[in-house]
């Protein structure tokens, strides 16, 4: 539990930073703007890594926690806060701040389902609601990391990726088709 709370927060507050920061700004030139829409696409993968060893070496420190692999998690954990960040920040882009919301609501509804054992949610929870989660795929992912084969590029990893890009290339359409404001 500790670790999604921390990895989802982490994530909402990264992308609502990268929204804030570019959302009223006006460029000089479309080279500025391009600038600065690359560096809004780099920083979130600085800012998971070093969320992800912080995040893992605080569960290690506080919780107490001992994995057979540190940096196999804190990668896993680096992977899923830039997923997150992305596919956020690409519904932020696209739908503006308001749809945060969807988030705060997926968070309070889905949070403790996910964490739970498959056969303590209702059927149609499980069925419907949880199988598309992206908070489930880092929930499954983890614990295949922890306790089956330890990659991280497992197969909730790999989905993980799929979301990122295809997040990122929403984000780079919105910047592309985006009229550029008048200095």
Do not use: C, H
Request: charged share 15%.
């Amino acid at each position: 539990a500790g670790l999604l709370t921390a990895v989802w927060f982490s994530s909402l507050i990264g992308a609502v930073m990268l929204f804030l920061a570019g959302n009223k700004r006006i460029f000089a030139t479309k080279a500025d703007k391009l600038k600065f829409n690359t560096l809004q696409s780099i920083l979130p993968f600085v800012y998971a890594i070093v969320g992800g060893y912080v995040i893992t070496w605080y569960s290690t420190w506080i919780l107490g926690f001992e994995y057979a692999s540190f940096n196999k998690v804190a990668l896993f954990v680096s992977l899923a806060i830039a997923t997150f960040i992305f596919m956020i920040f690409a519904t932020l882009r696209w739908l503006k701040l308001p749809s945060i919301i969807l988030y705060v609501l997926m968070m309070f509804f889905s949070m403790a389902a996910v964490q739970l054992a498959p056969e303590m949610v209702p059927d149609f929870y499980r069925d419907y609601i949880i199988s598309w989660l992206p908070l489930r795929f880092f929930v499954e992912g983890l614990k295949d990391v922890l306790f089956f084969t330890g990659n991280v590029f497992n197969e909730y990893g790999i989905v993980l990726v799929w979301i990122l890009v295809v997040a990122l290339v929403l984000v780079w359409i919105k910047n592309l088709v985006e009229k550029q404001k008048a200095a």
